[in-house]
Nanobody, 127 residues
């Protein structure tokens, strides 16, 4: 059973930075892409970023591009989301996710492709 445990959320002022971590276990981490999604109160869960199994390819939502960076270390079974220049509209619960299939493509910006989710970590950005 795949388990994902996020950490690193918190309260930060607008313009600040946070780094989220996701520790994965339960299957061979290094052969699957990984993703980060977020859900703000009253809104649907939305894609934030995804990274290929090798770490050489990434996707970002338009809202996170240029401010967020997704990275991974396959030796540590960990994926990170570095968030800079945070805005109040970034306030949400952030979820780490692992897809059901191996492979890489734009479909990995869709939550439907992910079977495994962490418990979420709250990020609050004050103005």
């Amino acid at each position: 059973q795949v388990q994902l445990v996020e950490s690193g959320g918190g309260l930060v002022q607008a313009g600040g930075s946070l780094r989220l971590s996701c520790a994965a276990s339960g299957r061979t981490f290094s052969i699957y892409a990984m993703g980060w999604f977020r859900q703000a109160p009253g809104k649907e869960r939305e894609f934030a970023a995804a990274i290929s199994w090798s770490g050489r390819s990434t996707y970002y939502a338009d809202s996170t591009k240029g401010r967020f960076t997704i990275s991974r270390d396959n030796a540590k079974n960990t994926v990170w989301l570095q968030m800079n220049s945070l805005k109040p509209e970034d306030t949400a619960v952030y979820y780490c996710a692992a897809p059901r299939n191996m492979g890489w493509g734009p479909e990995l910006t869709n939550a439907y492709e992910y079977d495994y989710w962490g418990q979420g970590t709250q990020v609050t950005v004050s103005s």
